[in-house]
């Protein structure tokens, strides 16, 4: 019986992707791990405090400094004992943080291809070879050159029990430094495999960018389409941040199947897998509850708040102010007053009303599915996740590019043959139907303005002629009509 190509792949693929299907455990597997990121070690216990967040650290005590201080020269025997006791206790006295940023350095050096690298000192010369030891973290910012001996230290004291501190630092040191040799040796698989692909001729095109890629570069939707990994992260990043959709759709053309959760948790890095959750948890949310979603007028963070209250209290720790449910003035306004009170306010009232009124002329909504869409670059088509679009300008469903200006004309400058719509506009350009608004508010400023410096012009409380009266009111009038001018 003989197979073709597509049948063995169809088959393999079928295989790949169903989890139901048996799979024989075997001993060894079952037995310890294969990666060492699992291993346990010699009775030895993982440590999940993190030791490099400097912010976290404590000062630690002179015992415990001093083994970490002989651990780090026996570590780092071309170096003086003064500058490993500088960075050792600039760093707090703990060890791992130390020998990271030791290390760090030393590589730097390694890698800048100084002619030096291979000899200390130069018998001709009276060069010295060096590493710039630098640390920042925050607000904390430190540097020193540290100069090589001329001879490795040949004594460094040895200790058989360490104090519980100094260990806990050693394994976590250890467990950090298995992990970094295990991802350099997979970057460094990638890399041979993809030679060895390219070699052969066995790179596949990804269906997006169309440029050729190993398979373990490559990612597919539910339907087996292949795309690279880098198109992936891009889609994802402009559908969550931009349009908003909840549901990543494969980039194949017709093709309706999506991409599986555990596709998107290799590929995807951690922020844009975190707002792919949070749009299919608002969404989720918004169907159920649309009633008792509201979200902060001051930072937009989306909470549920039941019907009857009135107070809002954003949950987010960064923001935490009160507002009202109904007309998202902050509450400390609002305290013992109605919206209507509150809004009779002149200045209030205006700066809300402009405020609606500016927001209402750069959102459009979608003539499909009645969504909020703002423009923040781009053409003029804009498209909705719905799958409609629709012009930035006039606001009208289209399908293609016909609707908008075909004729050559300089960037910005009017069309002399049709009246179609540009296809291109600045969108930092205030557009049309923004300017009467901001004529109107003009006046009203100008006339808030004037009220207040008629206030400042009052006459003082010893004045009470009728001349002094008459001298106040003509230079009220004179202002008065400066500020209308």
């Known amino acids: 019986m003989h197979l073709c190509c597509c049948s063995v792949c169809s088959i393999c693929n079928l295989l790949l992707e169903n989890p139901e299907f048996p799979r024989r455990e075997t001993a060894a597997a079952t037995a310890a791990p294969t990666s060492i990121l699992l291993e346990s070690g010699d009775a030895q216990t993982e440590v999940t405090e993190d030791l490099f967040d400097y912010s976290k650290l404590s ?255 954003c949950p987010n720790p960064r923001c935490r102010k009160e507002s009202c449910r109904k007309c998202h003035v902050q509450w400390k306004l609002h305290v013992g007053k109605t919206c209507e009170q509150v809004l009779e306010r002149d200045e209030i009232r205006m700066r809300v009303l402009f405020e609606e009124r500016m927001t209402a002329a750069r959102v459009r909504k979608c003539v499909k599915c009645a969504t909020g869409l703002v423009k923040s670059e781009g053409c003029n088509r804009m498209s909705c996740r719905c799958g409609s679009y629709m012009c930035y300008l006039c606001r009208e469903p289209i399908t293609g590019y016909n609707h908008f200006c075909q004729h050559a004309r300089s960037p910005g400058a009017p069309c002399r043959h049709c009246r179609k719509c540009s296809l291109w506009t600045d969108p930092t350009v205030t557009p049309n139907e923004l300017e009467p608004l901001q004529q109107s508010w003009r006046p009203a400023a100008r006339q808030r303005n004037a009220r207040r410096v008629c206030k400042r012009l009052q006459p003082p409380a010893f004045i009470y002629s009728e001349v002094a009266f008459v001298e106040v009111e003509e230079v009220k009038h004179k202002h008065r009509h400066s500020f209308y001018a």
């Open 59 to 313: 000062s630690m005590g002179p015992e415990v400094v001093m083994q970490a201080a002989d651990l780090l020269m026996a570590d780092f025997r071309m170096l003086s004992c003064q500058d490993i006791k500088w960075a050792l206790n600039t760093l707090k006295g703990h060890y791992a943080i130390t020998r990271k940023a030791l290390c760090e350095a030393l590589k730097k050096w390694q890698e800048s291809g100084d002619p030096l690298g291979k000899r200390r000192r130069s018998r001709t010369s009276s060069e010295r070879c060096y590493i710039d030891f630098y640390f920042e973290h925050g607000s904390v910012k430190v540097e020193r050159r540290m100069y090589f001996l001329e001879n490795d230290r040949r004594y460094c004291r040895t200790y058989s029990n360490l104090e519980a501190s100094v260990q806990k630092e050693l394994s976590f040191y250890q467990q950090k430094a298995k992990e970094w040799a295990e991802h350099e040796d997979f970057l460094l698989a990638l890399q041979v495999n993809e030679d060895e692909y390219k070699k052969d001729g066995q790179l596949i095109e990804c269906g997006c960018c169309y440029g050729e890629f190993a398979f373990e570069k490559m990612t597919q939707c539910s339907d087996g389409h292949l795309f690279c990994k880098e198109c992936l992260v891009k889609y994802a990043q402009e559908a969550v941040f931009g349009s908003g959709k909840s549901e990543l759709s494969c980039m194949e053309g017709g093709c309706l199947c999506s991409y599986p959760v555990c596709e998107l948790e290799k590929v995807l890095p951690e922020n844009i897998l975190c707002k792919y959750y949070e749009r299919q948890a608002e969404e989720a949310v918004a169907a159920t509850c649309a009633d008792e979603l509201v979200r902060c007028p001051f930072c937009n963070f989306p909470a549920l708040l039941d019907k009857d209250m009135s107070l809002f209290s």
